[in-house]
């Protein structure tokens, strides 16, 4: 086995996350959990897989159909847990591959034999909301779109804020100067505020509350970034680069950036965190996604609007502290592993 003076910087530093068990479980347990969301309609979809049915094969997945063709009396998209049509393709010859959970995002059971919300039974593992969903697919589903979100907006101040953060710390004077007093007008605007006013002006989608969060998401790791470039910049080998021709930008890039990544790194599980709460928030307040869309805030106002119904909130809000936790201890183990005074690895 190489000693761990013949490896490389970032060798160590997985071997040293590695090592941190809490953290690289954490960082398996995700990506499974990410992965089978991805994969939602594959497992929690009202729509057979596969349907044989008078000797042809259907794929209702990737392709519509009306009831029609599986004996129905109307021209309209088939309701695939109509009991009229589950027997029509399972009769005979006839067969069909349902998901595991045979309910989607936006999939209201209307053959319920409880008032909505009900509690959790055999049809529907954890129960459903007030307006008869499945509250496993909503919390699959609202899972998803918070994940997605949390990574879109912690791309984009990432690099929103390397690149400002770049600027103020490799110029620094003047440059420097005028960037800190810009941040520290914008960062006092009220951004709640402005979220309420543009949800009443303009119709709520997932790219507005994206590009209005990413305004004001970049600030935090932009000073975290510009100190890396404050302390690097004086270095020997960026003087050594200077001395041999190479542009600012190129030492930039090739050189300072490299080497000032270490909390950009550290920052993104704790960032992703806050947007998934951010998000959450938005939701809860009625602010967030559009109506319809599956949301775990959704979920949380829908539990405190039924206080009966405590499969709402417990699950919902177990799915959020199970995410949180994992993303926490992912931040922590990336902390310990790119900590320069830590070199046993």
Same mark, same amino acid.
């Given at each position: 086995?190489?000693?761990?003076?013949?490896?490389?910087?970032?060798?160590?530093?997985?071997?040293?996350?590695?090592?941190?068990? =809490?953290?690289?479980? #954490?960082?398996?347990?995700?990506?499974?959990?990410?992965?089978? #969301?991805?994969?939602?309609?594959?497992? #929690?979809?009202?729509?057979?897989?596969?349907?044989?049915?008078?000797?042809?094969?259907?794929?209702?997945?990737?392709?519509?159909?009306?009831?029609?063709?599986?004996?129905?009396?109307?021209?309209?998209?088939?309701?695939?847990?109509?009991?009229?049509?589950?027997?029509?393709?399972?009769?005979?010859?006839?067969?069909?591959?349902?998901?595991?959970?045979?309910?989607?995002?936006?999939?209201?059971?209307?053959?319920?034999?409880?008032?909505?919300?009900?509690?959790?039974? $055999?049809?529907?593992?954890?129960?459903?909301?007030?307006?008869?969903?499945?509250?496993?697919?909503? @919390?699959?589903?609202?899972?998803?779109?918070?994940?997605?979100?949390?990574?879109?907006?912690?791309?984009?101040?990432?690099?929103?804020?390397?690149?400002?953060?770049?600027?103020?710390?490799?110029?620094?004077?003047?440059?420097?100067?005028?960037?800190?007093?810009?941040?520290?007008?914008?960062?006092?605007?009220?951004? @709640?505020?402005? =979220?309420?006013?543009?949800?009443?002006?303009?119709?709520?989608?997932?790219?507005?509350?994206?590009?209005?969060?990413?305004?004001?998401?970049?600030?935090?790791?932009?000073?975290?970034?510009? $100190?890396?470039? @404050?302390?690097?910049?004086?270095?020997?080998?960026?003087?050594? $680069?200077?001395?041999?021709?190479?542009?600012?930008?190129?030492?930039?890039?090739?050189?300072?950036?490299?080497?000032? =990544?270490?909390?950009?790194?550290?920052?993104?599980?704790?960032?992703?965190? $806050?947007?998934?709460?951010?998000?959450?928030?938005?939701?809860?307040?009625?602010?967030?996604?559009?109506?319809?869309?599956?949301?775990?805030?959704?979920?949380?106002?829908?539990?405190?609007?039924?206080?009966?119904?405590?499969?709402?909130?417990?699950?919902?809000?177990?799915?959020?502290?199970?995410?949180? @936790?994992?993303?926490?201890?992912?931040?922590?183990?990336?902390?310990?592993?790119?900590?320069?005074?830590?070199?046993?690895?």
């Amino acid at each position: 086995m190489a000693s761990s003076a013949s490896l490389s910087p970032s060798r160590r530093a997985w071997l040293r996350f590695r090592r941190n068990r =809490l953290g690289f479980w #954490s960082l398996v347990l995700f990506v499974a959990l990410v992965l089978g #969301s991805l994969a939602a309609e594959l497992w #929690s979809n009202d729509r057979p897989l596969v349907v044989r049915y008078d000797g042809k094969t259907y794929f209702p997945l990737v392709q519509d159909f009306p009831e029609t063709v599986f004996g129905g009396d109307f021209d309209t998209p088939t309701d695939y847990l109509d009991p009229f049509i589950r027997e029509q393709i399972t009769r005979g010859d006839n067969w069909a591959l349902y998901a595991l959970n045979p309910y989607g995002a936006k999939t209201i059971n209307y053959f319920a034999e409880k008032p909505n919300p009900s509690p959790p039974s $055999a049809a529907n593992w954890l129960g459903t909301d007030d307006r008869g969903r499945d509250l496993l697919a909503q @919390l699959v589903y609202g899972f998803r779109v918070s994940v997605l979100f949390g990574l879109a907006l912690t791309a984009i101040g990432v690099v929103l804020g390397v690149i400002t953060g770049a600027i103020q710390g490799f110029f620094g004077g003047k440059t420097d100067l005028a960037f800190q007093r810009f941040i520290e007008i914008w960062g006092s605007m009220p951004e @709640l505020y402005l =979220l309420i006013i543009f949800s009443a002006v303009f119709a709520p989608s997932v790219g507005l509350l994206l590009v209005l969060l990413s305004l004001f998401g970049w600030m935090g790791l932009s000073d975290y970034v510009r $100190a890396e470039f @404050l302390r690097n910049r004086q270095l020997d080998y960026v003087r050594a $680069a200077r001395a041999m021709g190479l542009s600012r930008w190129q030492i930039i890039w090739r050189h300072v950036l490299p080497n000032s =990544l270490t909390p950009v790194v550290t920052f993104l599980p704790f960032r992703m965190s $806050a947007a998934i709460l951010a998000l959450t928030s938005l939701d809860f307040l009625g602010l967030g996604v559009p109506p319809g869309t599956p949301s775990l805030g959704e979920l949380l106002s829908q539990g405190k609007n039924n206080i009966d119904a405590w499969w709402i909130s417990i699950s919902t809000f177990a799915v959020l502290v199970v995410t949180l @936790l994992l993303l926490t201890f992912m931040g922590d183990a990336l902390r310990d592993a790119l900590d320069p005074r830590k070199q046993d690895a």
